[in-house]
């Protein structure tokens, strides 16, 4: 994945933990935030701070205030739990579940993509499939309307995660898109269409698959595709990255996010199956190759034949 990645210049991750305690989410201007990413990163607390240490450090770090910077600081503390510190945050943000969006280049557009979704209102491990499904959602608008990181905008999403006592970043999760037909619609679809498989009474084609990872402090991401595959490293701004241990055994798979869209062109269903037949194995050269079920599984063609109270991550048209 390493010798055959693709370079951009000013990719940078737009959200990223500073230590166990902060993450900050930033839009604008790279340069503006310069100062402030590094004071950050060099005054990071060990230990989980106070609410007040936490204001100060932020003041501290003089983050830029103008009209075209859009930022905000979670942290988690020891006598307030979370607590945060937002700039020129869109007002119309649902609020929810801590749920923020920042100004960049590619608001507007998610902005309209959240708009147009039915999302539940969930709490914990209920929330975590609407979440991932989203995000699969979004990745396949993008991926259909040809952004992806080589144009700066879309392409991946860094996903942070937060506990009692520290922020998690989520890695290893693989987005897996195939259109779908059933067998009462093969006249629908082209009969030279190449590469279709059939599980139960559902046809499927593989469009697309993603895969984001962190290491060190950069966010991984593989693209397989037509005229593919592409392997981008985003990196965190102003931070001399650690040197990055390049074996096979790093790259596995956790989540998987199934989303088949429909030959209709009806609204997409994403699922979450097990992930134990995804995967990489390492070549005879040591490097890794993405393996995974070229059919529709047993268990997603089920989920999929049950209706939607059994498919959590599904939008209701």
Request: net charge negative; aromatic share 12%.
């Amino acid at each position: 994945m390493f010798d055959s990645g693709r370079w951009v210049a000013g990719l940078a991750r737009k959200i990223f933990p500073i230590g166990p305690f902060l993450v900050l989410g930033w839009s604008g201007t790279m340069g503006a935030y310069e100062h402030s990413i590094k004071f950050l990163f060099a005054n990071s607390p060990d230990v989980m701070p106070s609410v007040s240490d936490f204001q100060y450090l932020v003041e501290k770090a003089k983050l830029p205030r103008g009209v075209d910077a859009s930022w905000f600081i979670f942290g988690i503390s020891n006598d307030c739990g979370p607590v945060s510190i937002s700039h020129n945050i869109a007002i119309n943000t649902p609020k929810d579940g801590n749920f923020n969006l920042l100004g960049g280049s590619g608001r507007e557009h998610f902005q309209q993509f959240l708009d147009e979704q039915n999302i539940a209102s969930l709490d914990g491990v209920d929330l975590f499939p609407e979440l991932l499904g989203v995000c699969a959602k979004y990745l396949l608008s993008q991926h259909r309307q040809g952004r992806f990181l080589e144009e700066g905008v879309g392409g991946a999403f860094d996903i942070i995660v937060s506990g009692e006592a520290n922020f998690e970043q989520l890695d290893r999760v693989l987005y897996v898109f195939r259109d779908y037909w059933d067998e009462d619609e093969a006249k629908l679809v082209r009969s030279d269409v190449e590469n279709v498989t059939k599980t139960g009474r559902t046809f499927s084609k593989i469009e697309a698959v993603y895969y984001t990872t962190h290491l060190g402090s950069s966010l991984f991401v593989g693209r397989w595709h037509q005229g593919g595959p592409d392997f981008f490293e985003v990196k965190t701004p102003y931070i001399q990255p650690s040197p990055l241990e390049k074996t096979p055994h790093v790259w596995g798979v956790d989540y998987v996010v199934e989303t088949l869209t429909h030959c209709s062109g009806k609204r997409p269903i994403s699922l979450l199956p097990s992930s134990k037949e995804y995967d990489f194995q390492p070549d005879a050269n040591g490097y890794s190759n993405l393996k995974l079920p070229m059919e529709l599984s047993e268990e997603c063609e089920q989920a999929l034949r049950a209706g939607p109270e059994a498919r959590r991550t599904e939008t209701s048209t």
